[in-house]
């Protein structure tokens, strides 16, 4: 069965700086955050037809490239899938700026849809951009005729939130199980909805952590 595949970006000159870097284009990647997209092409070979997108940001564009030359397939930059937008934090290396953003996403994954960062965006407002492009996606390529995987290189807080939200995922399992640069959230369309199949290197997950959504 076609699988959505939820893929964090390489590592950029803005995570070595611990900087917060949400608005587009946004930075670039590491000579190191580029072997890590190759490495990711490499090391999870194609084994089904695929379709490979992308967030509009540089960095999510650049690993995108670098998995299709591994695969030898074509990409595309899609709109709606790029990081939550934190507004004034934006730029923001300090502590301050890092626990205000950390406050307001566990807020979200506790179920406050409408607390909002300053000048940036709402969890609502996350949702109501990047879920119509998942659902869009998943008529189009896991419900036709021909089912096809799904390859969308995206952003670390928007695909734990997004993930957490489509799956039923645990809001404690999302908030503890962060994202690695290149890390991947894998998703299997069911009858019953989404159904989480691995987060990152884990695949062994509590039946009370996940219940699959309609």
Same mark, same amino acid.
């Given at each position: ?12 000159? +803005?995570?070595?700086?611990?900087? =917060? @870097? %949400?608005? /587009? $284009? &946004? ?79 566990? +807020?979200?994954?506790?179920?406050? =849809? @409408? %607390?909002? /960062? $300053? &000048? ?95």
């Amino acid at each position: 069965m076609a699988r959505l595949f939820l893929v964090r970006h390489g590592e950029t000159t +803005a995570n070595v700086l611990q900087q =917060l @870097d %949400t608005a /587009l $284009p &946004g930075a670039h990647l590491t000579d190191f955050g580029a072997r890590q997209g190759i490495r990711f092409g490499l090391t999870n070979p194609l084994a089904a037809p695929a379709v490979l997108l992308s967030s509009q940001a540089n960095r999510a564009r650049q690993t995108a490239e670098l998995i299709a030359s591994a695969w030898d397939v074509d990409t595309a930059p899609i709109d709606g899938v790029h990081e939550v937008q934190v507004g004034d934090l934006e730029g923001r290396s300090d502590r301050e700026a890092h626990e205000q953003f950390r406050d307001v996403v566990h +807020a979200w994954h506790r179920g406050d =849809l @409408d %607390t909002r /960062l $300053p &000048g940036g965006e709402s969890l609502e407002m996350l949702r109501d951009r990047y879920v119509p492009v998942i659902d869009d996606l998943a008529e189009q390529n896991l419900r036709s005729e021909q089912p096809r995987d799904v390859y969308v290189v995206s952003h670390g807080a928007a695909i734990r939130l997004v993930a957490a939200h489509l799956a039923g995922v645990d809001p404690e399992f999302a908030m503890r199980n962060h994202l690695r640069n290149t890390d991947s959230v894998e998703l299997e369309l069911t009858a019953d909805g989404w159904r989480l199949i691995r987060w990152g290197e884990r695949a062994d997950f509590p039946s009370a952590e996940v219940e699959p959504l309609g």
